[in-house]
């Protein structure tokens, strides 16, 4: 009975952080690029009351008896599905289209994060920053090869919304008309003269175990060495690859930047009500074996009386 009683104890415990987790993910159903949890349940050690024996030329073996113990959790898994696209037709609101994250740097402490939420804005340097003021990072200039793009000896660092350093063929006095980005997340400048020229380009990072990821509050992830970048490695002076065209949007993999747009959680409403309903069915379920336990043993210390 006491076997009975801990191991719907288990049960209770476990089920009600399913429900934290179901709860977690619909109190951020608005929340931008939200990637809803999953807890993964897995059985604890068994105990072995007797051992199964082989089978012989005389005799059939038998089977083992085994007595679980009660549930526990394996994970609570992150689902890097892909949430909605919506339009916002803000400039600096970036989308990502398929894989990938953006990469913020906190210019306090050097700290770099990968996020999915790029509802970003520029701040009064003309930097592109998250609402906790860290900086966008990609190739910070235009492209020094005479083709146009962009090679390893091209300075990485924070992404700028501003003139920067205008084609010589520019007016002098030539102002910014129309700032734009494209899907290979280029930021176009068109000057009042009608020069247009790249002057910098944002960049992508791909990961091979992204559930290694943990998750630090405000859209934000750290653990970025340890969910293993795809590349050269993570580190705060070179964030990406030495190879650029490997972290380009809409290349090697990586999807495409939505501007103007913004991804939603991907949390699914319905689903999680009806994970609820059977968490909490779970969740009775083994409270109903506690009380049943806590009864039998009332039962088994009333037979001395």
Same mark, same amino acid.
């Given at each position: 009975?006491?076997?009975? #009683?801990?191991?719907?104890?288990?049960?209770?415990?476990?089920?009600?952080?399913?429900?934290?987790?179901?709860?977690? &993910?619909?109190?951020?159903?608005?929340?931008?690029?939200?990637?809803?949890? @999953?807890?993964?349940?897995?059985? $604890?050690?068994? *105990? $072995?009351?007797?051992?199964?024996?082989?089978?012989?030329?005389?005799?059939?073996?038998?089977?083992?008896? *085994?007595?679980?113990?009660?549930?526990?959790?394996?994970?609570?898994?992150?689902?890097?599905?892909?949430?909605?696209?919506?339009?916002?037709?803000?400039?600096?609101?970036?989308?990502?289209?398929?894989?990938? /994250?953006?990469?913020?740097?906190?210019?306090?402490?050097?700290?770099?994060?990968?996020?999915? =939420?790029?509802?970003? @804005?520029?701040?009064?340097?003309?930097?592109?920053?998250?609402? *906790?003021?860290?900086?966008?990072?990609? /190739? *910070?200039?235009?492209?020094?090869?005479?083709?146009?793009?962009?090679?390893?000896?091209?300075?990485?660092?924070?992404?700028?919304?501003?003139?920067?350093?205008?084609?010589?063929?520019?007016?002098?006095?030539?102002?910014?008309? &129309?700032? =734009?980005?494209?899907?290979?997340?280029?930021?176009?400048?068109?000057?009042?003269?009608?020069?247009?020229?790249?002057?910098?380009?944002?960049?992508?990072? @791909?990961?091979?175990?992204?559930?290694?990821?943990?998750?630090?509050?405000?859209?934000?992830?750290?653990?970025?060495?340890?969910?293993?970048?795809?590349?050269?490695?993570?580190?705060?002076?070179?964030? /990406?690859?030495?190879?650029?065209?490997? &972290?380009?949007?809409?290349?090697?993999?990586?999807?495409?930047?939505?501007?103007?747009?913004?991804?939603?959680?991907?949390?699914?409403?319905?689903?999680?009500?009806?994970?609820?309903? $059977? $968490?909490?069915?779970?969740?009775?379920?083994?409270?109903?074996?506690?009380?049943?336990?806590?009864?039998? #043993?009332?039962?088994?210390?009333?037979?001395? @009386?």
């Amino acid at each position: 009975m006491l076997r009975a #009683l801990n191991t719907g104890v288990t049960g209770i415990r476990q089920y009600q952080t399913n429900l934290d987790t179901i709860g977690n &993910n619909l109190a951020n159903v608005n929340t931008v690029g939200f990637k809803a949890g @999953r807890v993964e349940f897995a059985d $604890t050690l068994n *105990q $072995t009351l007797r051992a199964g024996t082989p089978d012989s030329a005389t005799r059939s073996g038998t089977s083992s008896v *085994q007595v679980g113990n009660g549930v526990d959790i394996a994970s609570v898994r992150n689902l890097f599905t892909q949430g909605a696209v919506n339009q916002t037709g803000v400039t600096t609101d970036l989308a990502i289209s398929g894989e990938g /994250f953006f990469i913020v740097k906190n210019i306090a402490t050097n700290e770099l994060f990968a996020t999915r =939420a790029g509802d970003f @804005r520029v701040d009064s340097n003309g930097f592109l920053v998250t609402d *906790q003021g860290f900086r966008v990072q990609g /190739f *910070q200039d235009p492209p020094t090869a005479a083709d146009g793009l962009y090679t390893d000896a091209d300075a990485q660092g924070h992404i700028k919304f501003d003139k920067g350093t205008a084609p010589a063929a520019a007016a002098a006095d030539a102002g910014i008309s &129309n700032i =734009a980005l494209d899907g290979s997340g280029k930021i176009n400048i068109l000057l009042s003269d009608g020069t247009q020229y790249v002057r910098g380009q944002i960049l992508l990072q @791909r990961f091979s175990n992204p559930n290694a990821l943990l998750k630090q509050g405000n859209n934000l992830y750290t653990g970025l060495t340890t969910a293993g970048p795809l590349g050269a490695g993570i580190t705060a002076a070179q964030p /990406f690859d030495a190879t650029p065209t490997k &972290n380009a949007p809409n290349s090697s993999g990586l999807g495409r930047i939505e501007s103007g747009a913004l991804e939603l959680s991907n949390v699914d409403i319905a689903r999680e009500f009806s994970n609820m309903i $059977t $968490t909490q069915r779970a969740f009775q379920a083994n409270a109903r074996v506690v009380t049943a336990s806590d009864t039998i #043993l009332q039962e088994i210390v009333q037979l001395t @009386r």
